[in-house]
């Protein structure tokens, strides 16, 4: 364990200020770093860390959110006493808390609509949805996370949030690399790393730190970004960031990494609000409104489309019966109708428009948009449906309303109301529900029920 240290922080009106526990080889480090800015920086420990929302693109619904984040679209700072996560329109997908820093690295990679994108070290999945937000719904999108437990999460995130596009892997960077040559158009590796910018909002990361943190973690950065190199067709980006502060992990690995690949080169980039950069750009609390962060942009040279030298039908083929039935209620209860795909794990889902390679060993979590299950001669539409694709028939209910459906409970409702719908607040669909003789039954999944 670290020596931590109470620290006497003199602020620049020449005031000393209370004191905060700080690993001393940690300052020491800093210093050199930072020299004369030092106490700017160690004031920053006894000020409130900085709380996000991103919205979804599209959607306006009350919050919170006040000022703008001005490097991230749809981004704003959200009161430390905000209990916007505990709200149904966080389950529904209206928005995403993040902290404002982590928004940066996925602003700079900016992926297009229809390209193909990876990110590699993907739970809980904020760099995710954020990068499938500027997608548009189009292309391809994977999200990994070689956790079993991480992974489930970044899933479900990614359902909430109305992803149509993503694909889920759990899986080693060596075990997605043979399958993905040159196969991505971006690639975002969030890597991990000692957490030194989050000292500030989990103080508990200091006592879990010590001087030769960084020279492990910068070994197995090193060893993630060979396998996304191999990935990235040529011309292609790659953004690398940590949120960590310290030249061995940040600088030091971006550096080797070019030194052992001179197809790579650092590529400047601009976002409102950030200073100007070579490539290489550090988020530091004292500078700016946000916890700390490091992001590098890279481009591997040349100009080549994006591989797939096998690419396969990854589905089971639906029978004429089945695929009348799933069309008959896609077509009856979308206002946009979609086309099924076929089976995947048992389920009704629509492909990402992207070709696929050989998936079959892999861990998949999730593929496209889940549409539901053929029972027989009837279509059970499954929850992600409903958090993806505008409805026809809805249903308007109020907080409490909605409470009480996200905990599931059966609503009332008139006489008239029939069938499939989607109880909303504030025009978001929450979910499924069939109405008959005045009453919702409720089809929220009990996974995600609140007690």
């Given at each position: 364990?670290?020596?931590?240290?109470?620290?006497?922080?003199?602020?620049?009106?020449?005031?000393?200020?209370?004191?905060?526990?700080?690993?001393?080889?940690?300052?020491?480090?800093?210093?050199?770093?930072?020299?004369?800015?030092?106490?700017?920086?160690?004031?920053?420990?006894?000020?409130?860390?900085?709380?996000?929302?991103?919205?979804?693109?599209?959607?306006?619904?009350?919050?919170?959110?006040?000022?703008?984040v001005p490097w991230s679209a749809h981004a704003y700072y959200l009161p430390l006493d905000s209990r916007a996560g505990a709200h149904p329109l966080h389950e529904a997908g209206a928005y995403y808390l993040q902290e404002p820093s982590a928004m940066a690295a996925a602003a700079v990679l900016h992926p297009l609509p229809g390209e193909r994108v990876l990110d590699l070290c993907a739970a809980p999945g904020g760099k995710s949805t954020q990068l499938a937000?500027?997608?548009?719904?189009?292309?391809?999108?994977?999200?990994?996370?070689?956790?079993?437990?991480?992974?489930?999460?970044?899933?479900?995130?990614?359902?909430?949030?109305?992803?149509?596009?993503?694909?889920?892997?759990?899986?080693?960077?060596?075990?997605?690399?043979?399958?993905?040559?040159?196969?991505?158009?971006?690639?975002?590796?969030?890597?991990?790393?000692?957490?030194?910018?989050?000292?500030?909002?989990?103080?508990?990361?200091?006592?879990?730190?010590?001087?030769?943190?960084?020279?492990?973690?910068?070994?197995?950065?090193?060893?993630?970004?060979?396998?996304?190199?191999?990935?990235?067709?040529?011309?292609?980006?790659?953004?690398?960031?940590?949120?960590?502060?310290?030249?061995?992990?940040?600088?030091?690995?971006?550096?080797?990494?070019?030194?052992?690949?001179?197809?790579?080169?650092?590529?400047?980039?601009?976002?409102?609000?950030?200073?100007?950069?070579?490539?290489?750009?550090?988020?530091?609390?004292?500078?700016?409104?946000?916890?700390?962060?490091?992001?590098?942009?890279?481009?591997?040279?040349?100009?080549?489309?994006?591989?797939?030298?096998?690419?396969?039908?990854?589905?089971?083929?639906?029978?004429?019966?089945?695929?009348?039935?799933?069309?008959?209620?896609?077509?009856?209860?979308?206002?946009?109708?979609?086309?099924?795909?076929?089976?995947?794990?048992?389920?009704?889902?629509?492909?990402?428009?992207?070709?696929?390679?050989?998936?079959?060993?892999?861990?998949?979590?999730?593929?496209?948009?889940?549409?539901?299950?053929?029972?027989?001669?009837?279509?059970?539409?499954?929850?992600?449906?409903?958090?993806?694709?505008?409805?026809?028939?809805?249903?308007?209910?109020?907080?409490?309303?909605?409470?009480?459906?996200?905990?599931?409970?059966?609503?009332?409702?008139?006489?008239?109301?029939?069938?499939?719908?989607?109880?909303?607040?504030?025009?978001?669909?929450?979910?499924?529900?069939?109405?008959?003789?005045?009453?919702?039954?409720?089809?929220?999944?009990?996974?995600?029920?609140?007690?």
């Open positions: 364990m670290p020596r931590c240290f109470p620290i006497n922080i003199r602020t620049n009106d020449g005031k000393v200020s209370a004191m905060c526990n700080l690993p001393q080889a940690f300052i020491e480090q800093m210093q050199r770093m930072l020299g004369d800015a030092l106490p700017d920086f160690l004031h920053t420990y006894e000020l409130p860390y900085f709380r996000g929302i991103r919205m979804r693109p599209g959607v306006s619904v009350s919050s919170d959110a006040a000022e703008e937000a500027y997608m548009e719904g189009k292309g391809l999108i994977v999200c990994n996370e070689p956790v079993p437990g991480r992974a489930q999460v970044l899933s479900r995130n990614v359902e909430r949030m109305g992803i149509p596009h993503a694909m889920v892997t759990c899986a080693l960077p060596e075990q997605l690399s043979p399958r993905f040559p040159q196969y991505f158009d971006k690639i975002m590796v969030d890597a991990p790393c000692s957490g030194e910018g989050m000292f500030r909002r989990h103080p508990e990361a200091r006592e879990e730190w010590n001087p030769s943190s960084p020279a492990g973690c910068a070994d197995r950065q090193l060893y993630i970004l060979e396998h996304a190199a191999h990935m990235l067709r040529p011309g292609g980006q790659m953004v690398f960031s940590t949120c960590t502060f310290n030249d061995t992990e940040n600088e030091g690995v971006v550096q080797h990494f070019l030194h052992t690949h001179p197809d790579f080169s650092l590529l400047p980039f601009s976002l409102p609000g950030l200073p100007s950069n070579n490539g290489m750009l550090h988020l530091w609390p004292h500078l700016i409104r946000g916890e700390g962060h490091f992001v590098a942009l890279l481009q591997k040279e040349g100009n080549s489309p994006a591989l797939c030298k096998k690419p396969v039908f990854p589905c089971q083929p639906l029978s004429r019966q089945d695929m009348a039935v799933v069309q008959d209620f896609l077509s009856a209860h979308l206002v946009h109708p979609i086309s099924p795909s076929g089976l995947f794990m048992g389920h009704v889902i629509a492909l990402p428009d992207a070709p696929l390679p050989e998936l079959r060993g892999l861990r998949i979590g999730r593929l496209g948009l889940q549409l539901g299950d053929v029972k027989g001669k009837l279509f059970q539409p499954d929850h992600a449906l409903a958090l993806a694709c505008p409805v026809k028939n809805t249903f308007a209910v109020n907080e409490e309303e909605a409470r009480l459906y996200q905990n599931g409970q059966v609503l009332s409702c008139p006489d008239d109301v029939k069938g499939w719908l989607c109880p909303v607040l504030e025009g978001m669909q929450l979910g499924w529900g069939k109405a008959s003789q005045n009453q919702i039954k409720n089809h929220y999944p009990k996974g995600l029920r609140k007690p």
